[in-house]
């Protein structure tokens, strides 16, 4: 059957007849008038190529194929009133959901302690998954739900992906407290004669600083990189390393560490650290509640930078 041909309200008109095996009935149940209920008979009994219902005596009785149809048509309204029904409410107290992010390192480190405690507290039922971060395949991941969203730094997500702004990150120098040559403040002639350690979490052998400087006809020393900036505070002490990193870790990092933080001797290009969904999910109450969450713990970070500003 062309489905382009069937009328919605004439299976809510045939499911009504035959309960009720009257027409007059069915029009007073349906609200609306015999003629026009008798017309959408006339009409269901084309379209099945059937009389569907017959009279017997004061009655009126279904046809065989009537009562075949019965059961087929009641699960089909059923089906579409469910799909048109108002979504539900994402009861945070109550839900068993399970929550799959992408989150990079940088973002675990600055987000995740606090955004648990959240969790946990408003809703103890639901579960987070991360997992670790594969830029090729965050929008195949996307488009299968594989990933219900993502918290890190994409500048080119592509156009079905919503993106919002979480913070602006700077780019600051941590050194050695007791370093043989920097105190204080540092001369872009020192900057490049120093060995540098470079955090690559991708496993990449340059980053901002190297384009910054190329812009110079300028280039450093990379004498160490590695993937996790946690151990930044282990290697700098005793060292003559610098390492360039951005400003919210680093602070944490130097934290009971004898490291000094030093603004960089040139201008370097920020980063935005952003949620990233599906532009289907817009209506997700319970991811849209998880961002407010994820929003709520930005605000609540020290060291809020102002932009850097792009040359």
């Not at 005596?57 to 075949?68: I, S, V, Y």
């Not at 600055?110 to 830029?135: C, F, Q, S, Y």
Request: charged share 25%.
């Amino acid at each position: 059957m062309d489905l382009r041909r069937v009328d919605l309200n004439l299976l809510v008109v045939f499911e009504m007849l035959i309960d009720q095996r009257s027409v007059g009935r069915a029009a007073n149940r349906l609200g609306l008038s015999q003629p026009a209920t008798s017309a959408a008979l006339a009409r269901l009994r084309t379209l099945f190529a059937d009389p569907l219902l017959l009279r017997h005596g004061n009655t009126m009785r279904p046809t065989a194929r009537a009562e075949h149809l019965l059961p087929g048509v009641r699960a089909a309204l059923r089906a579409v009133d469910q799909a048109l029904a108002p979504r539900d409410v994402f009861d945070p107290a109550r839900s068993t959901r399970r929550f799959r992010l992408v989150m990079n390192d940088y973002a675990q480190h600055l987000l995740l302690p606090t955004l648990v405690r959240r969790i946990l507290t408003e809703a103890p039922g639901v579960t987070l998954r991360v997992l670790p971060i594969e830029v090729p395949r965050l929008p195949e991941w996307f488009a299968d739900g594989t990933v219900d969203a993502a918290i890190g730094f994409w500048p080119d997500a592509p156009k079905p992906l919503r993106v919002a702004r979480l913070l602006h990150q700077r780019f600051v120098c941590a050194l050695a407290q007791d370093h043989p040559t920097v105190r204080g403040r540092m001369t872009l002639a020192q900057y490049v004669a120093l060995p540098h350690l470079l955090v690559a979490p991708r496993g990449g052998e340059s980053g901002v600083v190297d384009d910054a400087l190329a812009d110079r006809g300028l280039t450093r020393h990379i004498a160490l990189t590695t993937p996790d900036f946690m151990v930044v505070p282990q290697i700098l002490p005793g060292t003559p390393l610098v390492a360039t990193i951005a400003s919210l870790v680093a602070r944490r990092l130097a934290y009971g560490a004898k490291l000094q933080i030093l603004k960089p001797p040139l201008p370097l290009w920020g980063f935005d650290l952003q949620f990233i969904w599906d532009a289907t999910r817009d209506r997700d109450d319970g991811l849209m509640w998880l961002r407010r969450h994820v929003a709520k713990v930005v605000s609540g970070l020290a060291d809020r930078p102002r932009r850097t500003a792009r040359r």
